[in-house]
């Protein structure tokens, strides 16, 4: 059974820092893609970041910058480091595995996702 178990949210003011984490069990974790997605309230769920199978990267243009997915594959774990936090970076934040793409369609596995909530 696959599970996808994320970590590190919570209440930080503007300007802060918070690092996520995700840790994968029962899949083949260097074979997929893995990606943060969020979802603010009243919102559509969009991707934050994606980490392809050799390590390419890309960022939403609403967190380039700022935010540096990274993963560590001996530990089957993928991370966000989220820095000069925004208030408008306010959402549930969910790790994902799949393959690579923008959709949530495409990603086959999802955590519980973490709240992250940044006060002004």
């Known amino acids: 059974q696959v599970q996808l178990v994320e970590s590190g949210g919570g209440l930080v003011q503007a300007g802060g820092s918070l690092r996520l984490s995700c840790s994968a069990s029962?899949?083949?974790?260097?074979?997929?893609?893995m990606a943060w997605f969020r979802q603010a309230p009243g919102k559509e769920r969009e991707l934050v970041t994606r980490i392809g199978r050799f390590g390419s990267t890309f960022y939403s243009d609403s967190v380039k910058g700022r935010f540096t997915i990274s993963k560590d594959n001996a530990k089957n774990t993928v991370y966000l480091q989220m820095n000069s936090l925004k208030p408008e970076d306010t959402a549930v934040y969910y790790c994902?595995?799949?393959?690579?793409?923008?959709?949530?369609?495409?990603?086959?596995?999802w955590g519980q996702g973490t709240q992250v909530t940044v006060s002004s």
């Open positions: 994902a595995a799949g393959r690579q793409s923008s959709r949530p369609f495409d990603y086959n596995y």
């Open positions: 029962g899949l083949t974790f260097s074979s997929y893609v």
